[in-house]
Nanobody, 116 residues
Framework: QVQLVESGGDSVQPGGSLTLSCAAS????????LQWHRQVPGKERELVAT????????TYADFVKGRFAISKDNNQNMAFIEMKNLKPEDTAVYFC?????????WGPGTEVNVSS
């Protein structure tokens, strides 16, 4: 079955950087787009970034444009999001997400805490 597992979350100071990873299995990773979302407790989950199946096209939420970069390695079935110049408002649980064969799949998430 489809499985997604995020990793790389940590506590960092404002202005710091982190790269999150998403390990995928159970489906044809190279033919599906992938998204990163984030959620703060008590708030709705929000879309952060999207990457096309081949990894050639990316889109970003306005609040991360110029600071975050999404990528995927179709040979390793891995996706990444590189986050720079982190702000306290980036504090959230980050999830990777795919829509495969008519169903949405989510990983358990990885926590990012940006504070001084």
């Amino acid at each position: 079955q489809v499985q997604l597992v995020e990793s790389g979350g940590d506590s960092v100071q404002p202005g710091g950087s982190l790269t999150l990873s998403c390990a995928a299995s159970g489906y044809a990773f190279s033919i599906y787009p992938l998204q990163w979302h984030r959620q703060v407790p008590g708030k709705e989950r929000e879309l952060v970034a999207t990457i096309s199946a081949a990894g050639q096209m990316t889109t970003y939420a306005d609040f991360v444009k110029g600071r975050f970069a999404i990528s995927k390695d179709n040979n390793q079935n891995m996706a990444f999001i590189e986050m720079k110049n982190l702000k306290p408002e980036d504090t959230a649980v980050y999830f990777c997400n795919v829509f495969v064969m008519g169903r949405n799949y989510w990983g358990p998430g990885t926590e990012v805490n940006v504070s001084s």
